[in-house]
């Protein structure tokens, strides 16, 4: 496209607000952020320059080592899960069987609601006085043995997994079924005129047709795994014993908390630089030519 010299004004303000946009809530925040990392508050009207002691405190917390490993496999699990889950029922979405509108509404619904709704629906499912979990395990004799995987160090992520999973899980099938509806059909047909069917027609042709769209979906939950927050907090605050605490809870817990803004910003950058970096590698690993 050629830009001509009198047009030049005319593109420069159409550009104009989208770049106050991009500064005034992305740069500056993201510039304010950093800056705030390197400082300290005595008091809550009073700030220090403290170089770089905020970065050598978090580094050494061990809590902070554990809230990144517990962001890491929540968001390595549930990115899995979904992309699996979003492929396959995307597919039979876009295979167009009996019902297939009923149930792309019905799973799409959990995404429609409030993550602070699901927290609360998730919790009451696993508790144990109104919940549904212990009527079944009485049903088959086992009810007195039945503990809330939210109150069992080694089992809330994996239950926390799974309201995320339901609740977002929608999100995914809809992508893949529009990227399936967009693949070309005279390929795939001429495909299936050599003799490619079945699992050899989804490994050799509708995989690699379907790449983009996998990696706008991975893409996608990977950072918003990085900075899942509200469900975690309704369901178990980071409990038990710092077992489900990611990384924006020990963020919010030490900013807001205990009132180290400073130690708060630091996470912040590490959250950001964690979503640029992963993504990054992502896009290098799933890079392909046209």
């Not at 979904?82 to 069987?97: D, E, K, T």
């Not at 088959?140 to 995987?149: F, K, N």
């Amino acid at each position: 496209m050629v830009v001509k010299k009198q047009d030049i004004g005319i593109l420069t303000l159409l550009v104009i607000p989208g770049l106050i946009y991009y500064i005034v809530l992305l740069l500056y925040p993201l510039a304010q952020g950093i800056l705030l990392s390197f400082y300290k508050w005595p008091t809550l009207t009073q700030k220090v320059f403290g170089g770089i002691d905020n970065y050598i405190e978090v580094f050494s917390n061990n809590l902070f080592w554990k809230s990144l490993k517990n962001s890491l496999i929540f968001m390595f699990v549930t990115t899995v899960i979904q992309v699996v889950l979003g492929y396959i029922l995307g597919y039979l979405v876009y295979m167009q069987l009996r019902g297939h509108r009923f149930f792309k509404t019905i799973f799409f619904m959990p995404n429609v609601l409030t993550t602070v709704a699901v927290g609360f629906v998730w919790g009451y499912i696993f508790s144990p006085s109104i919940g549904i979990l212990k009527p079944l395990m009485t049903a088959v004799g086992l009810g007195e043995y039945y503990i809330s995987p939210l109150a069992v160090p080694n089992l809330a992520l994996s239950a926390i997994i799974i309201a995320q999973v339901w609740n977002q899980v929608g999100i995914q099938i809809v992508l893949f079924n529009s990227g399936f509806m967009g693949l070309n059909e005279e390929v795939l047909e001429s495909a299936s005129l050599d003799g490619a069917n079945g699992l050899m027609m989804h490994i050799k042709m509708i995989i690699p047709l379907s790449v983009p769209v996998l990696k706008t979906v991975i893409i996608l939950q990977v950072v918003g795994s990085l900075r899942s927050f509200d469900l975690i907090w309704v369901m178990t605050m980071g409990g038990p014993n710092h077992a489900t605490e990611v990384l924006p809870l020990h963020l919010f817990v030490n900013a807001f908390s205990y009132f180290k803004l400073g130690y708060g910003s630091v996470i912040g950058v590490i959250i950001f630089v964690l979503a640029i970096g992963i993504t990054g590698i992502l896009r290098g690993l799933m890079r392909q030519d046209d």
